[in-house]
C-alpha cells in the first residue's frame, strides 16, 4: 500500500516538474522570437536541459538558475534570460545572446560556423 502511494506521488512530482519546463518556453520563445522552423523550436526544453524528464540542465541552464537565485525568484523572465546574454555559458567563443541570434543552442558548445 505504501509503494503505491509513493509511486502516486513520485508521479505527481514529476508532472508538476513538467509543467514548470513547458512554461518556461513560451518565456524564451516570447523574448527571442523563435521562429516555428528554427532548430531552437526543435529543441525545445533541451535549450536549457539536457534531458526531457531530467533536472539536469546544459550550462545555459545553470547560468538560467543562478541567475534566477540571485534575483530571488524561482521562474524564467524576460529579465533573466536578459541577465545571461552577455555570458558563453558553453564557453564555445560565442555570446549566448549571439547563438540565439543565430539559431544556435547556448548551452551546447558548436564549433563556429565558417
Ligand atoms: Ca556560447
Not at 508521479?11 to 522552423?37: D, I, M, N, R
Not at 564557453?91 to 541570434?101: L, P, Q, S
Amino acid at each position: 500500500m505504501a509503494t503505491r502511494w509513493l509511486l502516486l506521488l513520485l508521479l505527481l512530482c514529476a508532472s508538476v516538474f513538467a509543467t514548470g519546463l513547458k512554461e518556461y518556453v513560451p518565456v524564451f520563445e516570447a523574448k527571442y522570437k523563435v521562429s516555428k522552423t528554427s532548430a531552437l523550436r526543435k529543441a525545445d526544453c533541451m535549450v536549457c536541459h539536457i534531458s526531457q524528464d531530467g533536472e539536469k540542465v546544459n550550462p545555459y541552464g545553470k547560468d538560467l538558475r543562478k541567475a534566477m537565485k540571485a534575483a530571488g525568484i524561482r521562474k524564467l523572465t524576460a529579465d533573466i534570460l536578459a541577465k545571461v546574454e552577455q555570458a558563453d555559458s558553453d564557453e564555445d567563443g560565442m555570446k549566448n545572446i549571439n547563438e540565439i541570434k543565430a539559431d544556435r543552442n547556448p548551452g551546447l558548445p558548436e564549433k563556429p560556423k565558417d
